[in-house]
């Protein structure tokens, strides 16, 4: 469950990016953007550029980028791996 929602936050994000900027990215999906790229271990300065409203939207932009694909790689590493990486149990995706 996790796995898809960090994967939608992320899509969630980019939509609006490309839309109407950083800026117009609701509270709500940088929060869970956020928590996504914190359980993939994603760099906490990263994390501020990306949250900080004062930082120029070209900034947060190449932020969300290292964020998604933090965030993509940590989830294909689980895939491959069979082991839900960010929180250390099986993935879902596994088969018997």
């Known amino acids: 469950m996790e796995r898809t929602a960090d ?3 992320l899509d969630r994000f980019a939509d609006t990016l490309a839309r109407s900027g950083v800026d117009a990215v609701p509270a709500g999906v940088l929060r869970a953007v ?5 359980r993939a271990g994603a760099s906490e300065v990263v994390i501020g550029v990306l949250v900080d409203p ?3 939207p070209a900034v947060r932009e190449r932020a969300f980028g290292r964020v998604a694909a933090r965030v993509v ?3 294909l590493r689980s895939d491959r791996d069979g082991v839900d990486s960010a929180v250390g149990r099986p993935s879902l995706l596994m088969t018997a």
């Open 34 to 38: 956020v928590v996504a790229a914190r």
């Open 54 to 56: 004062t930082e120029p």
């Open 73 to 75: 790689g940590a989830h």
């Open 7 to 9: 994967l939608e936050s």
